[in-house]
């Protein structure tokens, strides 16, 4: 019973917060003339030239403030030993470390290949790593805004650098602040003091890391970056001390990931459409939470034939305050919504349950990141609508645009590359001493490794099998030029395909277009999703995470 | 050109507001309104030295205390970490059955509870299940020369369901029941 109570609280909750949380950001991203007029004059004051862009000089602009927020990150870690707000002394990094994580955090994904506590000073954290998780979740904010304009029939995109400060001051801001005090009011450590050195019961000397934790953990959760301020991120007890910022911070994972379809529906004036969006997205979600919790609560395999009582599941890798469903709940959410933080060790999830992860990460669309998911599902919309048009007939449309070979050929290849990123990458590292010289065990387990390995970078998610040796050079380079093509194709080829849109007349919708706002739209969209997306993978699951599931005495 | 500088422009507003900004507001509340959470919820003892924190395991092995669940790190808590093991690797089985030895056996009578052999996430969970603390009772009785009921009124009265009626089980905190117990019974003897 457990169980059910707590994900109806959160998922339940979270959708119904969702839906004024999509209200505001229409409001904040997207003003009608003559509201909001005063922050869009500051935001042009600031941002300078600040015209209407077209969808090429959007692109442009956003490309180039990414290269940007690269280049002052990589330049905070790299000189850190040199810089203030290091009560504890962290030394240099090593240079591929601080490639990858540049790149790791501009793009919205935080794989670490470091433990925070142990090589960041607090200047690298605040400066260099939370600033990039608020500027790399206005980005995917910034850019599904511009995307539904377009789609939307404007003339116009709108204004990068106006809208990613909308995203940032007028949306991430005050939600942060609201969920940080919460989580100050919870317990979290908040604070720029250095390490504390206890004297323990018994006469050993711990060193207890801490730090400016609550506002890292806040803006981490809400705009899916996932990075955590301590290396075992949220199972860190100062990261999460008890049931309840737990909760709160799995409501912050789901939140604005919904809050994007909503917002969507609304600048595209189609509430009802993305209310099946939503439906579909919801559907999923909700299979692979009901998977990886019924999994989850067998017991740990290496135990059966021990004297152990394992009431509640398998245990290891888990935190006693968080509740059982912890594990498996967050699991999913962080994986379907490309966050990347964890609740409990993936790698010791029992196989079948690290499928469900995995899942999440190959579809990537599932809610999604901030901003990102919505334009992935976007995608899959594209490709939806031309098979049913093709299977009824008729010219494949999508709100009165023509959906042609040109959109089509498009949307194939972000979601073709997406594969080819994830499996390419896992038969390179899985083939050579590469990989196999890295993984915990040579089988089916250190195959899911690599293969989560890869899944994550490529869906910019973050989260890892943390028994990989991912530390070392080739994985550093491999998984940072993953991470950037990962992040930047799938904004790219969907600019390009409402750029195409936008350039051809838009018909009127007639009853014979294909309708968006049915179940019947619903179904084929989940299909789409599950053929294109998911069996595309079958292969690869069944090399690891089956495999090791049927290996199992 | 224009966008680089423009860019650049918007890069120092965020970084003004978004983490300067927001860093000094969440950082002045939480030292004005809940200094010692935010701090590290440290504990001190009456001679003000720090002995460690609420929320961080630390290793307990003389047998007047509860101990606490195995950690990946060795409670290292400037360098936390879980084990990572696959669950049916067999290291795990290893693992457990040191722990079971140390912890005196068990059997299929009296089974011990899962919580005490698996490691934590992060390697410094704080908490042990009640079952995990009723298990550990009465070694500690015996060690402190009381009856078992006597450590066990103490151990249920600092039991709580962490999550309220959100979960079923109950956790006990390992430091505080240590200190609980120094505090109403006698300090036990040093062990050297």
Known sequence: ?553 | MSDFISGLRVAAATMAICVAGYTALILGFAQAVTPATANGSLVTNEDGEIVGSRLIAQAFTSPEYFWPRPSAVDYDAAGAGGSNLSPANPELAERAEALIASHGGATEERPIPADLVTASGAGLDPHISLEGALFQAPRVAEARGVAPSVVTAVIRDMAYAPGAFFTEGRIVNVLELNLALDAELAAPAVTE
Request: glycine fraction near 12%.
């Open chain 1, 1 to 553: 019973m457990d169980h059910v109570s707590v994900i109806l609280f959160i998922v339940g909750g979270t959708a119904l917060l969702s839906l004024p949380l999509g209200a505001y950001m229409k409001w904040a991203m997207d003003p009608a003339p003559g509201q909001a007029d005063r922050w869009t004059g500051l935001f042009q004051t600031i941002g300078g030239a600040s015209a209407d862009q077209d969808w090429k000089r959007y692109l442009v602009t956003l490309l180039v403030f990414n290269v940007i927020m690269f280049t002052v990150t990589f330049a905070i870690l790299a000189l850190q030993q040199w810089l203030p707000l290091n009560p504890d002394a962290r030394g240099a990094l090593d240079p591929t470390l601080v490639f990858n994580t540049a790149a790791s955090f501009t793009t919205n994904t935080n794989l670490q290949h470091y433990s925070g506590e142990v090589s960041m000073s607090y200047l690298s954290q605040l400066a260099g790593l939370m600033w990039l998780q608020f500027v790399s979740a206005a980005t995917g904010i910034a850019a599904l805004a511009a995307l539904a304009r377009g789609i939307a029939g404007r003339p116009a995109l709108g204004n990068f650098l106006v809208d990613v400060q909308r995203a940032s001051f007028l949306v991430l801001l005050p939600v942060a602040v609201v969920v940080a005090l919460l989580m100050v009011l919870g317990g979290m450590p908040m604070t720029l003091q250095g390490s504390a050195v206890a004297t323990t019961l018994e006469g050993a000397m711990q060193t207890i890391a801490r730090g400016p934790v609550a506002a890292f953990l806040t803006i981490k959760q809400l705009g899916t970056n996932g990075g955590g301020f301590f290396g075992p991120n949220a199972t860190h007890p100062l990261e999460n001390p008890t049931f309840w910022t737990n909760a709160l911070a799995m409501v912050a994972i789901l939140l604005i990931p919904m809050a994007c379809v909503w917002m969507f529906g609304r600048i595209v004036g189609r509430t009802k459409h993305a209310a099946v969006i939503f439906a579909v997205m919801a559907v999923f979600i909700l299979v692979k939470i009901t998977g990886s919790v019924a999994f989850e609560s067998a017991p740990t395999p290496a135990f059966a034939e021990l004297p152990v009582s394992e009431d509640t599941g398998n245990l290891e890798g888990k935190e006693l305050r968080l509740g059982a469903t912890t594990g498996p709940l967050w699991a999913v959410l962080t994986t379907s919504t490309s966050n990347g933080s964890v609740g409990a060790m993936h790698d010791s999830l029992n196989p079948l349950t690290g499928l469900m992860p995995m899942a999440g990460m190959w579809l990537n669309a599932t809610f999604g990141g901030v901003g990102v998911g919505m334009i992935n599902m976007f995608l899959y919309i594209v490709v939806a609508v031309f098979v049913a048009g093709m299977m009824v007939g008729r010219t494949p449309e999508y709100l009165g645009h023509k959906i042609e070979a040109k959109e089509v050929r498009f949307a194939v290849l972000a979601l073709f590359a997406h594969a080819v990123l994830i499996l390419g990458g896992t038969a390179l590292f899985a083939a050579t001493a590469l990989g196999q010289a890295t993984v915990q065990d040579p089988g089916a387990h250190g195959f899911s490794e690599i293969l989560y390995e890869f899944s994550s970078a490529a869906a910019n998610n973050g989260s890892g099998f943390e028994g990989l040796g991912d530390g070392s050079g080739p994985w550093n380079i491999a998984t940072g030029i993953v991470m950037l093509l990962g992040r930047y194709l799938p904004i790219i080829l969907p600019f390009a395909i409402v750029g195409s849109l936008m350039a051809k007349r838009r018909a009127t919708e007639s009853a014979g277009t294909l309708g968006v706002e049915d179940a019947t739209f619903g179904t084929m969209l989940g299909l789409t999703v599950v053929i294109f997306g998911a069996l595309t993978f079958l292969p690869a699951a069944a090399l690891g995470p089956l495999a090791e599931h049927f290996s199992l005495p």
